[in-house]
């Protein structure tokens, strides 16, 4: 279930407060912090981003 465009407009990163991409794929929802030196992927569990640090995926 893809997010409003709206709503991806104004969500930022926790860690660093950068804009989110969703990057999201069949199996795997989730959104992607831009920043440069950031990175974390956020899961989105049924429809509802989860911005919270310790939930989120690290870069490989």
């Known amino acids: 279930m893809p997010l409003e465009a709206g709503l ?3 969500l930022a990163c926790p860690a660093c407060h950068s804009p989110l ?9 989730e959104l992607v912090c831009t920043g440069d030196d950031c ?20 870069p490989a």
């Open 8 to 10: 991806l407009e104004i």
């Open 39 to 58: 990175g974390l992927a956020y899961p989105v569990r049924d429809g509802i981003p989860v911005l919270l640090v310790d939930e989120a995926r690290r």
């Open 21 to 29: 991409d969703d990057r999201s794929t069949a199996d795997t929802p």
